[in-house]
Antibody
């Protein structure tokens, strides 16, 4: 059974930094492409970015609102995905979902975690 | 960015009756490999989203066959043949044919 468990959500001040993590199990993490999707309170879903498997280069892609502030990384030895967030703004307040992308297309979130809540406020 | 427009945004339905949600994209979602990367997700209150449909019309494992997806190009539809109580919540379409990935604004299905 695929399991994705996020952790690290917290209250952080504007301009601050935070890292949320995702522990993955039930599938070959090293072969998987992974992504982060966020949902602001009472709002819809927003793509944050994705990371390819190391065998496909391990490169990352980001949505414009977070580019140059957020960094996605992976530790295949620990089956862990991370999202480092810098220069946080109030509009980054959201539930951050870790997702496993479909092997067939590498873009569609096939499995989702329960989310980590990040609140940016003074 | 490709804008995904869903309608209606609110959908009250009587139990046992059919329901239909439309999703229109700002440009064709037919990708150069011949596939169309349009998916549908369902999010029950307080839960994470769950994928229902991928590549327009393929149901995910465990998804009841009362759910079906159709469409091509820029116009897509999710249909529920007979709504059940567990179908309440938000429904989102998502396109993966163009970067960045974008979602529709969501349709809230409620029981009348």
């Amino acid at each position: 059974e695929v399991q994705l468990v996020e952790s690290g959500g917290d209250l952080v001040q504007p301009g601050g930094s935070l890292t949320v993590s995702c522990a993955a199990s039930g599938f070959s993490f090293s072969d998987a492409w992974m992504s982060w999707v966020r949902q602001a309170p009472g709002k819809g879903l927003e793509w944050v970015g994705r990371i390819k498997s190391k065998s496909k280069g391990g490169t990352t892609e980001y949505a414009a609102p977070v580019k140059d502030r957020f960094t996605i990384s992976r530790d295949d030895s620990k089956n862990t995905l991370s999202l480092q967030m810098n220069s946080l703004k109030a509009e980054d307040t959201a539930l951050y979902y870790c997702t496993k992308l479909d092997f067939g297309d590498y873009v569609t979130p096939q499995f989702w975690g329960q989310g980590a809540l990040v609140t940016v406020s003074s | 960015d490709v804008v995904m427009t869903q309608s209606p945004l609110s959908l009250p339905v009587t139990l046992g009756q059919p329901a239909s949600i439309s999703c229109r994209s700002g440009q064709s979602l037919l990708y150069s490999d011949g596939n169309t990367y349009l998916s549908w997700f369902h999010q029950r209150p307080g839960q994470s989203p769950r994928r229902l449909i991928y590549q327009v019309s393929n149901r995910d494992s465990g998804v009841p066959d009362r759910f079906s997806g159709s469409g091509s190009g820029t116009d897509f539809t999710l249909k529920i043949s007979r709504v059940e109580a567990e179908d309440v919540g938000l429904y989102y379409c998502m396109q993966g044919s163009h970067w960045p990935i974008t979602f529709g604004q969501g349709t809230r299905l409620a029981i009348k």
